[in-house]
């Protein structure tokens, strides 16, 4: 007889790991649901759960020790997101400043941005947003309109870009925009890292009606001049960089949508393990019980895909994690739709009330479908790159 396995894989957490989770949890419960959206309701951030987050060192597990990081993945981040956002605290700034930011800036930066840029964003000390949507394009990088052109040896960026979170929290932003490749003419995706305070880069705020303390902008970018050092990584690398990024982005979207889900399910069982109607519980009735029961194993099946696309980013395998990363962000942001709302049937009209605090994940979990890239999108992704059907688009 084979010995067991004692190394844990993808399906099963290390003790570090668990005990990561445990924490985490214990963090969010001292601030709660009610200290987020009471921010989140007043348009303000929440400074202090961000702070500790960092000093404890949560925010930046998942970059390199030498810059003040934890040294651990996009596996332990994602950790560190669910469980926030489990106990009522989804940070969308998580998906954004440590895992885009802090993962390309790691990956590609110079040794000047790395010390520069890490250790703030490790200790939560600094934030930096992230800018590749645009009017006309999307997400679409292809299409982007942003351009960067050289003027000595600075660049000049012009182009406009929306729906980017945290601008007003954030110290700079990582921007896409596009370089003309001296070998072949055609333009190239490549990042550039822009102060807030950079002349010609506007930002004004866009009125939404997600209940969240980052609000979304619009920037327009004006022929802003920067130094040729802020340009990261090589500008002829084009969609790696830029892959690099977003494969962990779509991990800790559908970690937030996890997030999100697991903590409506938790309200709604508990409000269906102790509402009496006719002398039971309601959910001794399997029309509440069998539903509430299909969304957790809905969450659960979209958790594993997303351990799947962190196991695989971390082990250094891009492509197949990008394939797996699509299919967690698509999976969570269905299954946080549909507990969300099975939560908020099950309570019925207390569903609504800003006591129970559903109602506005209804709106947050809307986001896991429609960003960072659209479910549809993700279709087309599966069906050309894992099926091998002809492309649509």
């Known amino acids: 007889m084979s010995a067991p396995r004692t190394t844990a894989g993808p399906l099963v ?24 959206q009471d921010k989140a309701r007043a348009g303000e951030p929440v400074t202090e759960l961000w702070a500790e987050a960092g000093k404890l060192g949560y925010l930046g597990v998942n970059l390199p020790a030498e810059y003040g990081g934890g040294g651990a993945g996009i596996t332990e981040l994602s950790i560190v997101l669910e469980e926030l956002g489990a106990g009522g605290c989804p940070l969308l700034m998580m998906v954004v400043s440590p895992a885009i930011c802090g993962t390309v800036i790691a990956r590609f930066g110079t040794e000047e941005q790395r010390r520069q840029w890490l250790p703030g964003l490790a200790d939560g000390s600094r934030k930096m947003a992230f800018g590749i949507t645009e009017p006309d394009a999307g997400s679409n990088s292809h299409r982007i309109g942003t351009v960067a052109r050289r003027d000595g040896e600075d660049w ?28 072949t003419g055609k333009l190239r995706p490549s990042l ?47 969609l790696l960089q830029l892959f690099a990024g977003l494969n962990p982005e779509r991990i800790m979207t559908a970690a937030f949508s996890i997030g999100v889900a697991r903590r409506a399910l938790a309200t709604a069982v508990d409000y269906a393990r102790t509402r009496t109607v006719w002398d039971v519980p309601i959910g001794a009735h399997q029309g509440i019980a069998h539903p509430l029961a299909q969304c957790t194993i809905e969450v659960e099946l979209a958790r594993l895909m997303m351990q799947k696309a962190a196991h695989l980013y971390d082990a250094g395998d891009d492509l197949a994690a990008g394939e797996a990363a699509n299919m967690a962000k698509y999976a969570a942001g269905e299954a946080a739709c549909r507990a969300v709302d099975q939560a908020v049937q099950t309570l019925g009209g207390n569903g609504l009330t800003q006591e129970y605090g559903l109602a506005a994940l209804l709106t947050a979990t809307r986001v896991g479908r429609v960003a960072p890239v659209s479910r549809e999108m993700i279709l087309n992704y599966v069906a050309q790159h894992t099926l091998g059907l002809p492309r649509s688009y």
């Open 156 to 183: 000049l960026l012009s182009g406009r870009k929306v729906f980017i979170s945290g601008i007003d929290q954030a110290d700079a932003v990582l921007f896409v925009g596009r370089t003309e490749d001296a070998r």
């Open 13 to 36: 957490e290390t003790p570090e790991q668990t005990a990561l989770r445990r924490a985490v949890a214990d963090l969010a419960a001292r601030y709660g649901q009610a200290y987020f």
């Open 192 to 238: 550039f890292v822009v102060p807030r305070d950079t002349p010609g880069f506007e930002y004004r705020a866009i009125p939404m009606e997600l209940v969240a303390p980052e609000k979304q902008y619009q920037v327009f970018l004006d022929d802003v001049r920067l130094p040729a050092e802020a340009l990261v990584g090589d500008e002829d690398a084009g």
